[in-house]
């Protein structure tokens, strides 16, 4: 008897390290790609930019206010044309961002940053982000 109890929990514990040993060797941004991400306002801005930068539309979105994301849909932006407009603009326009400084005020935030557009002038701009959904989101 004493045995089978034995070999019950040494299995128990064999299959337990067996799936730390595998979780362990997954690579970390398998493992957390599931996890709701709590990005900072400037990581917000580092992640649209990365976004944007790669044409990948759809993900850039993510890091917008849906007030702006509708605007485009009502037209409200006519010089970019549509949203994918604007993104493809920033992408052929923008070579670098570099985040200067940062200022949380409760469900508010201001990013200063200095961008570089590919003729190598450097803009100071300021982004507004604001919290929805608990995320933080481009509202400027």
Do not use: C, R
């Not at 949203?83 to 409760?106: D, H, M």
């Amino acid at each position: 008897m004493k045995k089978k109890i034995l070999w019950g929990v040494g299995g128990i514990i064999a299959v337990f390290l067996a799936l730390i040993i595998v979780i362990a060797n997954e690579p970390q941004e398998k493992v957390t790609s599931n996890l709701p991400q709590k990005l900072t306002p400037s990581e917000t801005i580092k992640a649209f930019d990365k976004a944007a930068q790669a044409g990948e539309i759809e993900e850039t979105k993510k890091y917008v206010v849906k007030s702006i994301l509708k605007g485009f849909e009502n037209g409200a932006y006519p010089h970019y044309g549509s949203y994918g407009g604007f993104i493809g603009e920033y992408k052929n326009n923008t070579k670098s961002l570099k985040i200067v400084s940062e200022k949380i005020t409760g469900n508010s935030a201001t990013v200063n940053a200095q961008v570089t557009d590919i003729s190598n002038y450097k803009d100071d701009e300021e982004y507004i982000l604001t919290k929805e959904n608990g995320k933080w989101k481009i509202a400027k």
